[in-house]
Structure formats: structure tokens, C-alpha cells
């Protein structure tokens, strides 16, 4: 059955700090990957995805992922946290009929 | 920029009342879902919908949901007999058929009191 595990509830880095955020999967075959971001009170906001091909996809507001298909990982990195980033980070895991979620990453930026 | 819209964005109903939950999918997308997340806790799927079929369903999608296209626009989750445990916030999503990317509404908040 596929799942996503991401490791750590709860992050905080002091803004300016750099920023990774683990996610592994388990999946029969190469999934679609995604992360989100959701700010409190909003909705989820896609960052970034992967679905072939090079294997550091860049997203928005400055964020990268790298698939690593030996670790069965795609961890969420950003080289300097801006106060704006705190937010809830959700990695997700799919095909094309069906999406699940990871339990989430909350990450707080200490000024 | 096309969207996915959601109505209303925040319910409140008593335990035991009929809830409908709408949802506007981006207009040429052809998945559908619901995905739901309780307070504090992660998002979960609930049912995915395509060719005017449920495709895939969770353990949470019971026999009090449903989920209807009825207009070949909106997108609807109905919950017949609402229960304390259903507060949370309701996410539909949609995606075209050619890549995986889930474009989600803002989510409706369901509170039963």
C-alpha cells in the first residue's frame, strides 16, 4: 500500500537559516510527488512537483526537492527561511487516480 | 487563473442535519476529490471521482457520504447525518488528465455542534 511518512512534526530555524524538510514514500512504482504549503486558516498551495526527469525540481518562493529513488525520498530544502515561510508543509504521493498525504511538517521561523 | 472555488467556506450545523459541501472544479479537468483534514491533524482523502463514477474511496468515505456531479459543473459531498467527529475542513481538488498536479480549493469548514 503506498504511504508517506514525513519524520518531523515540528520544525523551527532561526529566519536566514537554511531548511530541509524529509519525506519518504512507500509506492509499488515511481509516484507522482508534490509538496504543499498551507498558511493558517488557507488552503494548500502546490510548491513544487515531480513526476520525471531531473531529479532537483525547483519550485516557488525558493524552494527545491530532490528525488532520491534509492532512499525512496524527496526532501524539501531551502537555503535561507524567510519569516513568511512559517507554515504547515505537507509532502504528497500519487498517480493519477489518487492522492495521499503525509501527516505534515509545521515549521516555525525564529527571528 | 483558473481555480477551483468552494461554497460555503464555513458551515455550522447541529449533530444529525444533511450537509451539502460544493465545489467548482477547474472547468476542462476531469478528476475530481475530496480531501478533508480535522484541526490540527493531517489531510485525508476521502474519494476520488471520475466518469461520473466514484474511483477510489477511504474507510472515513461510509455510507453517510456521497458525491455528486450533477450539472457537469459543480462537484458535491453530501453528508447525510453529520456527526460531532465530521468538524473539519473539507478540501475539494481537481486535475487534469494529463498530469498529476492537484489544484485545490480553500476549503469549507465544517463545524457540527
Known amino acids: 500500500a503506498q504511504s508517506v511518512t514525513q519524520p518531523d512534526i515540528h520544525i523551527t530555524v532561526s529566519e536566514g537559516a537554511s531548511l530541509e524538510l524529509r519525506c519518504n514514500y512507500s509506492y509499488g512504482a515511481t509516484p507522482y510527488l508534490f509538496w504543499y504549503v498551507q498558511s493558517p486558516g488557507q488552503g494548500l498551495q502546490l510548491l513544487l512537483k515531480y513526476f520525471s526527469g531531473d531529479t532537483l525540481v525547483q519550485g516557488i518562493k525558493g524552494f527545491e526537492a530532490e528525488f532520491k529513488r534509492s532512499q525512496s525520498s524527496f526532501n524539501l530544502r531551502k537555503p535561507s527561511v524567510h519569516w513568511s515561510d512559517a507554515a504547515e508543509y505537507f509532502c504528497a504521493v500519487g498517480d493519477r487516480s489518487d492522492m495521499r498525504f503525509g501527516a505534515g511538517t509545521r515549521l516555525t521561523v525564529k527571528p | 487563473e483558473p481555480e477551483v472555488t468552494q461554497t460555503p467556506s464555513h458551515q455550522v450545523t447541529q449533530m444529525g442535519q444533511e450537509v451539502i459541501l460544493r465545489c467548482v472544479p477547474i472547468?476542462?479537468?476531469?478528476?475530481f476529490y475530496w480531501y478533508r483534514q480535522i484541526l490540527g491533524q493531517k489531510v485525508e482523502f476521502l474519494v476520488s471521482f471520475y466518469n461520473n463514477e466514484i474511483s477510489e474511496k477511504s474507510e472515513i468515505f461510509d455510507d453517510q457520504f456521497s458525491v455528486e456531479r450533477p450539472d457537469g459543473s459543480n462537484f458535491t459531498l453530501k453528508i447525510r447525518s453529520t456527526k460531532l467527529e465530521d468538524s473539519a475542513m473539507y478540501f475539494c481538488?481537481?486535475?487534469?488528465?494529463?498530469?498529476?498536479?492537484?489544484?485545490f480549493g480553500e476549503g469549507s469548514r465544517l463545524t457540527v455542534l
Open positions: 472547468s476542462n479537468h476531469l478528476y
Open positions: 481538488a481537481s486535475r487534469y488528465t494529463e498530469t498529476g498536479e492537484l489544484f
